[in-house]
């Protein structure tokens, strides 16, 4: 027998999500955002409920072979772009379309000779300081892009630093001067743009563009910090789930785990549950985490090890080894875990480990 632990992927739960990214999206097109195997979901397992996408975007030159072996023939944006020439050749045979960045990956697009077209996006640095070219640099870029005969420029790209905090907390890099600063870069260029990830998608209706790429609200995490994902109507797509393997009865004063950090203050009733950092379980939740145990709130109690958790049982006397345990999904927000383990949502999917046992729900 495994041990009890499973992680399910809900098809349902993804296709839900994005008819509602879709819905915020109006007329605009919509990349689904797949990168790092579709947020720790599994690239194969979510592609049959993103069908309706425009296309999907993700970064790695091996994640969009498997994207087309599994039968996706719509568009693919790398949103690295390519890092050699061999990379260029690689985006004609499989028909992506790429992001440039930077002089480096323009000077190895001026030098590919091509059979058929690339289609590329020039990402444009507003404020983010990740990738782009600087406003005062973008025109020349451009210029230089819509010179090459094998290339076609499909679209003007920004990404949004703070596009899930109103402009008064977002500090320096307020999303409205992103937006002001990305329309004003060459107005001569009357063609598509793309702005929006999942925050702006649901946060700043008014930036517009031509096509969005949200991720983590395809997933069912929260667009935006301390806001439910259930505000914005969007539901788990994946589960993690484990059972109770023992309970040991705490005496007041008895501690629980290495380093003993959780001290019973009353008779206790402890609960093991087969799940640990080794699962992708983030080692630095604290005690008082939410996990679900036979359908009620059972806080973490003590350190996470590497194959195995505690949580307190003392008020779900129904609870006893063989109990169904959720650890994040539709009872316990998957973000709710990652704020008791100080991160976000997006982390502790993609973190999900490669010895759990996953199972797909239609
Ligand atoms: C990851 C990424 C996205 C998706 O972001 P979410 O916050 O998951 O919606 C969009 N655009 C770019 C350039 C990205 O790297």
């Not at 969007?234 to 393997?245: N, Y």
């Not at 129904?318 to 650890?327: I, N």
Request: hydrophobic share 50%.
């Amino acid at each position: 027998m495994p041990r009890p632990i499973e992680a399910i992927i809900h098809r349902a739960a993804l296709r839900h999500n994005l008819a509602a990214a879709r819905r915020a999206a109006g007329a605009r097109a919509l990349w689904a955002v797949v990168k790092a195997n579709a947020y720790g979901h599994g690239l194969e397992r979510v592609l049959p409920a993103l069908a309706d996408a425009d296309g999907l975007a993700l970064l790695d030159l091996a994640e969009a072979e498997r994207a087309r072996a599994a039968g996706w023939r719509k568009p693919i944006l790398l949103l690295e772009g390519f890092f050699s020439a061999d990379d260029l050749r690689s985006i004609e045979h499989l028909g992506l379309t790429t992001v440039v960045h930077g002089e480096a990956q323009l000077r190895l697009l001026e030098a590919h000779r091509g059979a058929a077209p690339v289609e590329v996006y020039l990402k444009c640095n507003t404020g983010m300081n990740r990738l782009g070219f600087a406003p005062a640099a973008v025109a020349g870029a451009l210029a230089r892009i819509t010179a090459l005969p094998d290339v076609r420029l499909g679209s003007l790209m920004m990404h949004f630093a703070n596009a899930d905090r109103s402009d008064a907390d977002a500090g320096p890099v307020a999303a409205n001067e992103q937006l002001r600063a990305f329309a004003a870069l060459v107005p001569e260029w009357h063609g598509p743009r793309s702005l929006a990830n999942s925050a702006a998608l649901f946060m700043l209706p008014h930036a517009g563009g031509d096509s969005v790429r949200p991720g983590i609200a395809l997933y069912g995490g929260t667009p935006v910090a301390g806001r439910p994902a259930a505000d914005f109507g969007l539901r788990a797509a994946m589960t993690l789930r484990s059972r109770v393997l023992a309970v040991q009865q705490v005496p007041v004063g008895g501690a629980v785990g290495y380093g003993s950090r959780w001290v019973a203050r009353r008779p206790s009733r402890v609960g093991i549950v087969a799940c640990g950092y080794a699962d992708g379980y983030p080692r630095v939740a604290a005690d008082g985490a939410p996990v679900a145990v036979a359908g009620r709130c059972a806080p973490l109690a003590g350190r996470v090890s590497m194959d195995m958790i505690a949580v307190d049982l003392t008020d779900i006397p129904q609870a006893d080894v063989g109990s169904a345990v959720e650890l994040w999904g539709a009872q316990v927000p998957i973000d709710s875990v990652a704020e008791a383990a100080g991160t976000v949502g997006y982390e502790l999917m993609c973190a999900l480990a490669a010895r759990v046992p996953v199972r797909v729900d239609d």
